[in-house]
């Protein structure tokens, strides 16, 4: 972040997360019942669906569903009286499952490929 074009890459590129964390808690809160595989890849709602307790899972499982357990991996407590997650936890909540993410295609590489 030395020079003023590298600086204004880091921005741009900040802006783009902050814009996708915002909107995804926007989203979950006025349509709550959307498509998840608008937002979601396919790994990670199966990360998501494995990451969730058994007390909290859902017989079907909406947009909301998933944000909520975005929002546990970066702290929310999801108890009844809790508002719904804001964009702290969700910032935080998606960069532990990118970490995830990580793990789990690591986990798949085969063992003469990694290190």
Not at 68 to 74: F, T
Not at 96 to 112: D, S, T, V
Request: one cysteine or more; proline letters at 6%.
């Amino acid at each position: 972040l030395a020079t003023a074009d590298r600086l204004a890459n880091c921005i741009a590129l900040c802006c783009v997360v902050a814009w996708r964390v915002t909107w995804l808690t926007m989203l979950s809160r006025e349509t709550p019942a959307s498509d998840p595989a608008a937002v979601f890849t396919d790994e990670e709602r199966h990360l998501l669906e494995c990451a969730t307790p058994d007390r909290k899972r859902q017989a079907s499982y909406d947009l909301a569903f998933y944000v909520r357990a975005v929002a546990r991996l970066g702290g929310y407590l999801d108890r009844t009286s809790d508002p719904p997650p804001g964009t702290t936890v969700i910032w935080r909540g998606l960069s532990r499952l990118a970490n995830l993410l990580e793990g789990a295609r690591m986990a798949k590489l085969q063992p003469e490929t990694c290190g």
